[in-house]
C-alpha cells in the first residue's frame, strides 16, 4: 500500500534562517506530489506542485521553492525565512486525473 | 479567492443527529472532493464526485452534486462524537498534467454527546 511521510512535524526557526521540508512517498511510482500551506482555521493554499522528476511548478509568488531530486521524494525550501511563512505545510500525492488526494500529516512551522 | 466555499463555517449538533454541509463553487470542474481533517492533523479523502455524478454514498456519507447550481453538499448521517472534524470541499480541473485542487475554508463540525 502507498504511504507518504512528511517531516518535521513541528519545527520553530528564527526569522531569516533556511528552511528545509521533506516529503517521501512509498508504494507508487511517477506521483504528482504538492506542497499546501494552511493558515490557523483556514482552507489550504497550493504552493508548489510537481507532475515528474524536477518539474517543478508554482502557484504564488513567495518567499519559498520547490525541489523533486527523486522521483518520491518533494523538498520545500526557503533561504530565509519571513515571519509571513508562519503556518501548517502539508505534503500530497495523487495518481492521475480523477484521483483523490493523499495528504502526509503536515509540519506546524513557526518563525519566531 | 478560492473556489470552493462552504457554508456553514460552524456546525454544532448532538450524537445521532444528521449533520449537512454545503460547497458552492464558481467555474466548471472535472470532479469535486470532500475531506475531513482532524485538529493539527493532514487531511483525509472521504469521497469523490465527478462532474457527470449526481450522488455518492460512502457509509454514513452521502454527496450530492448539482453541477447546474455549481453546488454540492455533504450529509452525515447518525453522527457520533468521532465525527468532530473540519469538512473541506475541493473542486478539481485537471489541467497540464495534474489535477488543480482549490480548497474551501471548510466547515467545523462539533458533534456533541
Known amino acids: 500500500s502507498q504511504t507518504i511521510h512528511q517531516w518535521p512535524a513541528t519545527l520553530v526557526q528564527p526569522v531569516g534562517s533556511p528552511l528545509s521540508l521533506e516529503c517521501t512517498v512509498e508504494?507508487?511510482?511517477?506521483?504528482?506530489l504538492y506542497w499546501y500551506r494552511q493558515a490557523a482555521g483556514r482552507g489550504l493554499q497550493l504552493l508548489f506542485y510537481?507532475?515528474?522528476?524536477?518539474?517543478i511548478s508554482s502557484e504564488v509568488p513567495q518567499n519559498l521553492s520547490a525541489s523533486r531530486p527523486q522521483d518520491r521524494q518533494f523538498i520545500l525550501s526557503s533561504k530565509k525565512l519571513l515571519l509571513s511563512d508562519s503556518g501548517f505545510y502539508l505534503c500530497?500525492?495523487?495518481?492521475?486525473?480523477?484521483?483523490?488526494?493523499?495528504f502526509g500529516n503536515g509540519t506546524r512551522l513557526t518563525v519566531t | 479567492s478560492q473556489q470552493g466555499e462552504e457554508d456553514p463555517q460552524a456546525l454544532s449538533i448532538q450524537e445521532g443527529e444528521n449533520a449537512t454541509m454545503n460547497c458552492s463553487y464558481k467555474t466548471s470542474i472535472n470532479n469535486l472532493q470532500w475531506y475531513r481533517q482532524n485538529s493539527g492533523r493532514g487531511l483525509v479523502h472521504l469521497i469523490l464526485?465527478?462532474?457527470?455524478?449526481r450522488e455518492k454514498h460512502s457509509g454514513r456519507l452521502r454527496v450530492t452534486l448539482d453541477t447546474s447550481k455549481k453546488s454540492s453538499s455533504l450529509l452525515i448521517t447518525a453522527s457520533r462524537a468521532a465525527d468532530t472534524a473540519s469538512y473541506f470541499c475541493?473542486?478539481?480541473?485537471?489541467?497540464?498534467?495534474?489535477?488543480?485542487?482549490?480548497f474551501g475554508a471548510g466547515t467545523r463540525l462539533a458533534v456533541h454527546p
Open positions: 464526485i465527478r462532474s457527470n455524478e
Open positions: 510537481s507532475v515528474g522528476i524536477g518539474q
Open positions: 508504494g507508487t511510482s511517477n506521483p504528482n
Open positions: 475541493a473542486t478539481a480541473r485537471f489541467s497540464g498534467g495534474y489535477n488543480k485542487l482549490i
Open positions: 500530497a500525492w495523487e495518481g492521475g486525473s480523477n484521483s483523490p488526494l493523499h
